[in-house]
T-cell receptor, first 114, second 109 residues
């Protein structure tokens, strides 16, 4: 089991471009969570998804950010019209249906907006 | 509001010395508490959770509801314990983790 996979590991975007971050959960896991880590801060919850459903998006900024977890394929975190303040590490975690509080983390994607 | 506070950014100890990484939380109710660890160049991984009441790699943590604390302890630090440690909480049946800012533990030889 390869664990939670995230790609790309590093992403550089110019202001105004779109950023797409991908997350493949562990085999057998149907719950995906996205967290953001700004410099010198802890991880902050963004969104919790199950297949084809957004369960909790209370941590998502109201504009420019969206997430999906389609029936087939990885979960995608999309940031439109990126700004310098979006520069951060974005972590994905997954959990099995039976143990929602046991989250397994991916290596993260470091987004740099120039 | 749910909040986790880790007052120390950096804790530096000598090998063999006791370690205590502090964690205080703010939560109305009975949260679940966790410690996560990130070793150099590795991903974040669960170290222990309070409901398990187990010791992992010699670390223990006791939930003190009166003091709203969940400090991580180890009697004798080892060099391989050097890492970033995050305290986190969630609702009992919850779907998100609330993290502290993390404490870097450096164990010197």
């Amino acid at each position: 089991n390869a664990g939670v996979m995230q790609n790309p590991r590093h992403l550089v975007r110019r202001r105004g471009q779109e950023a797409r971050l991908r997350c493949s959960p562990m085999k057998g896991h149907s719950h995906v969570y996205w967290y953001r880590q700004l410099p010198e801060e802890g991880l902050k919850f963004m969104v919790y998804l199950q297949k084809e459903n957004i369960i909790d998006e209370s941590g998502m900024p109201k504009e420019r950010f969206s997430a999906e977890f389609p029936k087939e394929g990885p979960s995608i975190l999309r940031i439109q019209q990126v700004v310098r303040g979006d520069s951060a590490a974005y972590f994905c975690a997954s959990s099995p249906p039976s143990g929602m509080n046991e989250q397994y983390f991916g290596p993260g994607t470091r987004l740099t907006v120039t | 509001a749910q909040r986790v506070t880790q007052p120390e950014k950096l804790l530096s100890v000598f090998k063999g010395a006791p370690v205590e990484l502090k964690c205080n939380y703010s939560y109305s109710g009975s949260p679940e508490l966790f410690w996560y660890v990130q070793y150099s160049r590795q991903r974040l991984q669960l170290l222990l959770r309070h409901i398990s009441r187990e010791s992992i790699k010699g670390f223990t943590a006791d939930l003190n509801k009166g003091e709203t604390s969940f400090h991580l302890k180890k009697p004798f630090a080892q060099e391989e314990d050097s890492a970033m440690y995050y305290c986190a909480l969630s609702d009992p049946g919850g779907n998100k983790l609330v993290f502290g800012a993390g404490t870097i533990l450096r164990v010197k030889s």
